[in-house]
């Protein structure tokens, strides 16, 4: 069977795309974890998707499930390794599994890499990739924030208007400075530290360490090309115009994967402009 459209990925951004193409009346196979976005589910509290105010990552998620559920749409669980062009459509290899479909839409999110120990276990317990989502939670607090870029300043800014001091540890050179809240460390994080379950303090290279409530970890994403050769990709994202289209023909792209802001409403959208995108090109192929 050849499907009209192959969604990757069970974040907000996949979630939009299956909602608009049932809506559309296609044939679509849906990959990811049947659990959703794990991402989603560690997050604390949301405060910026519409309808949904203040609910914490594992509501979210469970909100995405029933909806899902009552409309009937399943996810395959599988991680797709590969994709290829095979004809007029594409092949996808998850596992032992083979699907074809005539669109493809990436709604993969970021993969954070070069994870410090410690870190994977304290996403959503006082970890975060986005300050404008969870800075918030760390009003008249201590954090610290880990910025591989300077493209990323804004989100160090904004997080000194929030908290009570702030640890910058930035990992480039020209750094700008900030106001005298914020604390520039020429040292580096080495490891997460844990207290009761939560992020207590980063122990730094030089052997000292930093009590925080929080750290911001602003790092640059992987590239996907390897999954789909030929993908045009910009600073580690997938490069999408407007209406979410690839440069290669019947490709789309939404959410995290395709740059920031790492933010869920914006993922959403995204997911549903895909899913139109993908759905105008079936018409005209």
């Keep these: 069977m050849i499907y009209d459209s192959a969604i990757i990925g069970t974040g907000p951004a996949g979630v939009s795309a299956a909602l608009t193409l049932k809506a559309n009346d296609k044939k679509f196979i849906w990959i990811g974890s049947k659990a959703f976005s794990d991402k989603v589910g560690r ?27 009552e409309l009937n749409i399943s996810i395959e669980d599988r991680m797709v390794t590969a994709i290829m ?64 870029a300077k493209r990323f300043e804004h989100e160090v800014a904004f997080l000194a208007g929030l908290a009570a001091k702030v640890y910058y540890f930035p990992l480039y050179k020209d750094h700008s400075a900030f106001g005298e809240n914020v604390e520039i460390l020429a040292d580096r994080p080495v490891k997460m530290n844990a207290e009761n379950g939560r992020l207590a303090s980063l122990t730094l290279k030089s052997g000292g360490t930093a009590a925080v409530d929080g750290v911001f970890c602003l ?38 994967c395709t740059g920031r802001p790492y933010q869920y409403v914006k993922a959403a959208g995204e997911g549903n402009v895909a899913a139109h995108s993908a759905i105008e090109y079936l018409a005209k192929t």
Excluded: W
């Excluded at 105010?53 to 899902?68: I, S």
């Excluded at 996907?224 to 440069?247: C, K, M, Y």
């Design 43 to 69: 997050a604390e509290r949301i405060a910026n998707y519409p309808g949904l105010p203040m609910v914490t990552g594992a509501e979210m998620n469970d909100t995405f499930r029933r909806q899902c559920e």
């Design 219 to 256: 790092r640059e994403s992987v590239s996907l090309a390897t999954l789909l050769p030929g993908l045009a990709t910009e600073q580690g994202h997938i490069a999408v115009d407007r209406s979410a289209a690839t440069n290669l023909p019947g490709v789309f792209a939404a959410g995290d």
């Design 85 to 148: 062009k095979f004809g007029d459509h594409y092949a996808l290899t998850a596992g032992s599994d083979f699907y074809e479909a005539r669109t493809v839409i990436f709604a993969t999110g970021v993969a954070n890499v070069g994870l410090l120990p410690g870190e994977a276990e304290l996403v959503g317990k006082g970890v975060s990739y986005c300050a404008t989502c969870d800075g918030f939670l760390y009003r008249n607090k201590t954090v610290a924030v880990i910025c591989t």
